[in-house]
């Protein structure tokens, strides 16, 4: 069983929005801190958006300069589901979107102090 499922990516016109879904199994991960990454072709992943717990049912969230205004992530841990809603997208935002999990008090700058990566979906904004 995938720890981490991504799904909702697609192809978009510039303006247009998608909603990108990452689907949690295997383990509680209510306390976890969960967002996404991305990957433009010749790019290094870059951070998008991410929730940190902070106490019971209330998470910080964060967003990159390039996306917040226009991208939303949201949580239901009933559902096991961390969302990205993203609106207005650029030619720009077109890259392979994963979804992360860790267990850190705050997110890591290391890739490799995440516990677990999805394994992407692709979001091409054609303009």
């Known amino acids: 069983q995938v720890p981490l499922a991504e799904s909702g990516g697609g192809l978009v016109q510039a303006g247009g929005s998608l909603r990108l879904s990452c689907v949690a199994s295997g383990r509680d991960f209510t306390r976890y801190g969960m967002g996404w990454f991305r990957q433009a072709p010749g790019k290094v992943r870059e951070f998008v958006a991410g929730q940190r717990w902070v106490a019971e049912n209330l998470y910080y969230s964060d967003y990159a300069s390039a996306v917040e205004g226009r991208f939303t992530i949201s949580r239901d841990n009933a559902k096991h589901t961390v969302d990205l809603e993203m609106m207005s997208l650029k030619p720009e935002d077109t890259a392979v979107y994963y979804c992360?999990?860790?267990?850190?008090?705050?997110?890591?700058?290391?890739?490799?102090?995440?516990?677990?990566w999805g394994q992407g979906t692709q979001v091409t904004v054609s303009s």
């Open positions: 992360y999990a860790h267990s850190k008090l705050r997110r890591p700058e290391n890739s490799d102090d995440y516990d677990y």
